[in-house]
């Protein structure tokens, strides 16, 4: 088993989305519920935590032209790190429903696809949908209780997600014109009720998955086998992504939520930012177009 070592304890209640600049080897990441945006330069240990306003901050994004992309609540929002200043770009939703935007990922194309969830964690109010650079939002399809797990093959033909509430991942053809076909069930975990969370996927284009409130990472090969299985220290791992100079650091973000007090004293690294080495490579970061 690799060695797992802590890159900074930031006592997240819910780490999540870590995603790795490699123009400025800055490792990006954030706490949803104690809405933070953070960054380490891994080289230095310089960390830098920016508050973000609003309930939930969902998802980042990195942006061809500079600066991030984060997820307010149920908005998409650009952040500028250097002037700290938020700029609104496109409400995916309104206030009709008690959803907020969740997981979300760029593909080569430059667009961002991104989901929504209900935030009872029970009722199928979510939705997901495909942004392109201009700010159009295009609803694909909704009945999703929890939307997670996305990322795309590293060809930009496949697309994977999850309902984490459903315990299933699936995978879907991306068509030229930005469509989604074929959906198919990659990964079923309805039997044991394993929790498919943060996701990305590799070089050689398998998937590597956290399993919250599972206490380990998977990789999976395209066709759906495990490949490997890695314990780690903590009940709820979150989200992963390469980085570091080679990309081959494996970076995994962590939460505290729904630990127990008897829980959070037997795991003293839940909430960490943690990273490891698999031997495997990673691809650099798909930027958002706009």
């Known amino acids: ?40 330069l891994p080289a230095t240990g310089v960390h830098r935590a920016f508050p973000m306003p ?5 998802c ?31 409400r995916i939703e309104g206030d009709d429903l008690d959803n907020r935007l969740n997981d979300g990922r760029c593909d080569a194309r430059g667009r961002f696809w991104v989901g929504s969830m209900d935030n009872q964690l029970h009722r199928p109010n979510g939705s997901f949908y495909r942004v392109d650079p201009d700010g159009a939002a295009t609803r694909l399809f ?5 939307t997670n797990t996305i990322c795309v093959s590293p060809d930009g033909r496949t697309l994977y997600m999850s309902d984490t509430r459903r315990f299933t991942i699936w995978a879907f053809d991306i068509e030229t014109d930005g ?7 990659f990964i079923d ?23 919250f409130a599972g206490g380990r990472i998977v990789r999976y090969a395209p066709d759906g086998r495990i490949d490997r299985v890695i314990a ?23 939460a505290r939520k729904f630990l127990s007090p008897e829980q959070l004293a037997a795991e003293p690294l839940a909430g960490a930012l943690l990273a490891l080495d698999v031997g495997i490579k990673g691809l650099p970061e798909a930027r958002f177009g706009g």
């Open 1 to 40: 088993m690799p060695d797992i070592r802590t890159v900074i304890h930031a006592q997240d209640r819910l780490g999540e989305t870590p995603l790795w600049c490699e123009r400025t080897q800055t490792l990006w990441w954030i706490d949803i519920e104690n809405p933070t945006l953070h960054c380490i």
């Open 142 to 146: 909704g009945d999703i209780i929890v």
């Open 179 to 185: 469509a989604l076909a074929n959906r198919r069930v």
């Open 232 to 254: 780690v220290p903590v009940t709820n791992p979150t989200c992963l992504c390469f980085g570091g100079p080679d990309l081959g650091t494996l970076y995994v973000t962590t």
């Open 60 to 90: 980042l994004a990195l942006r061809e032209s500079g600066g991030l992309m984060v997820a307010i609540d149920r908005a998409l929002h650009f952040f500028d790190p250097g002037t700290e200043t938020l700029t609104l770009f496109s």
């Open 189 to 211: 975990h309805s039997a044991v009720k394993d929790r498919p969370d943060g996701a990305c996927v590799d070089a050689e284009g398998y998937i590597w998955n956290a399993i």
């Open 54 to 58: 609003g309930n939930f901050l969902g």
